[in-house]
C-alpha cells in the first residue's frame, strides 16, 4: 500500500521541541516536493513549511521560521521537520504531504497531533 506516515509527535511544554517525520512506504519520496501542513481546531489547514525535491530548496510561513527547520533524507524515503521554541499556538494536527515532480497523484499522511502546553 502507497502512504505516507508521519510521527513525532505529543505533548510538550511551550519552549520544548520536538521532531515530527514523514516516511513514504511503496514509493521514492526522492521524486516528490513535501510541504507540512497544520490544522488547528476549528482552522483551515495552513501551510507551515516546504521542502523542493533534489536542490533541497525551503520555504517557511512567517510564523515559523527561525524556529522550524525542514530537511530531507531521500536515501531513507524520510522528511523532518525540526520544531524549537514552540508555543501554544502550534497546537495542531500535523500533515505531510508529497507532490509529484512528475505526473502523477499525490499522497497525504494521516496527522500527528501536536500539542503545546503547560
Known amino acids: 500500500q502507497l502512504q505516507l506516515v508521519e510521527s513525532g509527535g505529543g505533548l510538550v511544554q511551550p519552549g520544548g521541541s520536538l521532531r515530527l517525520s514523514c516516511a513514504s512506504d511503496?514509493?521514492?519520496?526522492?521524486?516528490?516536493?513535501i510541504a507540512w501542513f497544520r490544522q488547528a481546531p476549528g482552522k483551515e489547514r495552513e501551510a507551515v513549511s516546504c521542502i523542493g525535491t533534489t536542490d533541497h530548496s525551503t520555504d517557511y510561513a512567517d510564523s515559523v521560521k527561525g524556529r522550524f527547520t525542514i530537511s530531507r533524507d531521500n536515501p531513507k524515503n524520510t522528511v523532518y521537520l525540526q520544531m524549537n521554541n514552540l508555543k501554544p499556538e502550534d497546537t495542531a494536527v500535523y500533515y505531510c504531504?508529497?507532490?509529484?515532480?512528475?505526473?502523477?497523484?499525490?499522497?497525504w499522511g494521516q496527522g500527528t497531533q501536536v500539542t503545546v502546553s503547560s
Open positions: 511503496g514509493f521514492q519520496l526522492g521524486l516528490f516536493h
Open positions: 504531504h508529497a507532490e509529484p515532480v512528475m505526473v502523477g497523484r499525490d499522497y
